[in-house]
């Protein structure tokens, strides 16, 4: 047992923590002929440029060919295949068993004004049953349609409210931290808290002078709700509502305020997040303070995430949790992670510990992926 156990971690020390929350897309790379580093800072965190790309539905600008019209030129010398592809393994020192990851994407823009972002991502698991690819809570499915450029933004489909809202997920991922799988007793980051899940709907956003952004989604959430004393998929069983405001201020923060409100099995929750993000010269900060509340039980929590990048596409991430629950207990959450790109390659390890009143934990994560 303590062999097995000694390969074990070994082999987690060369594998790369993955991360669902990861949003590197290898066929927009492709399709554009830019490196990973030209939209992230970090993945899957975006810089200003990758921000951007979003917001104006997958281009760089307006005057850029279409993916469809590329796609459809069977003469031109740019025309590519739309589709991306990562796959790889994963582990953790609290499961007995590998896990295999599968994430498929098609991106693009089909008019001027109109682009579709398609993506599935699951993790297999021999331990798991009735594990399939193409389900609700594992993928996204939306169109995006622009006017006045990237000032108007309209969503409709299966999206995560979070896209348009700058870095306030991405910045915690490689965490270990967020959800109760391989920590016994269940911890929940203060994000994971927030209950802020994918939402099958619609959603308007507003970019008023580059620089404020408001943002409104509505719809069912389509992810399943846990840790608060329900299980299950809860589509077709609840209302979701979020709102958001971001601004970046004239020494370069971005600040913001998100309020989340869910119907969900005749129970009311609600949720504020402040948001706060700043690039200094030698690290990037993200910090999150979240209050939550459901059936009149409070909630409070703290995420905080920095970054110092390495070298080209290489970075790492120190996060720091800590938040009061509806029991007043103290709970606090440790991550260190690094992660590199290397040619076609996701490589990275994290090690996490979680310290409650209750209870205290340690993990370490890791997974190779490759992408196309």
Partial sequence: ????????????????????????????????????????????????????????????????????????????????????VMAGVSDNSKNDSMNTLVKLYLTGTLTDSLSMWASTKESFNSDKDDQKLFESDNSQLYFQYNILEAKHAIRVGLFSPFTQLGNVQRSMSHSGL?????????????????????????????????????????????????????????????????????????????????????????DTYYSLILPIEKEFTTFIWNSSFVYANNSNDDYVGLENAVT????????????????????????????????????????????????TDAYSSSKFMGSVQLFY
């Fill in 1 to 84: 047992m303590k062999i097995m156990l000694n390969m074990k971690m070994g082999l987690l020390l060369v594998l790369v923590a993955f991360t669902l929350n990861l949003e590197a897309n290898p066929e927009l790379a492709r399709q554009y002929d830019m490196a990973c580093s030209a939209c992230h800072s970090q993945v899957p965190a975006l810089n200003d440029m990758g921000l951007s790309f979003v917001r104006n539905g997958l281009r760089t600008s307006k005057f850029d060919p279409t993916a469809l019209k590329k796609v459809m030129d069977s003469n031109s010398t740019n025309r590519f295949i739309p589709i991306g």
């Fill in 178 to 266: 967020h959800g109760g799988e391989g920590h016994g007793m269940n911890y929940f980051s203060p994000l994971d808290r927030a209950n802020v899940k994918k939402i099958k709907g619609a959603e308007y956003s507003y970019l008023f002078d580059n620089n404020v952004l408001l943002l409104a989604s509505y719809g069912e959430q389509v992810q399943s709700y846990h840790g608060q004393g329900h299980g299950g998929s809860l589509e077709d069983e609840n209302d979701a509502f979020l709102t958001g405001i971001t601004y970046r201020t004239e020494s370069n923060y971005k600040v913001g305020l998100i309020y989340n409100h869910t119907e969900v099995l005749d």
């Fill in 308 to 355: 110092f990048p390495m070298d080209d596409m290489g970075h790492i991430k120190a996060i720091f949790n800590a938040d009061n629950d509806e029991f007043d207990n103290n709970n606090f959450g440790y991550s260190l992670g690094y992660t590199k790109i290397y040619n076609m390659f996701f490589f990275s390890v994290v090690a996490s510990r979680v310290n």
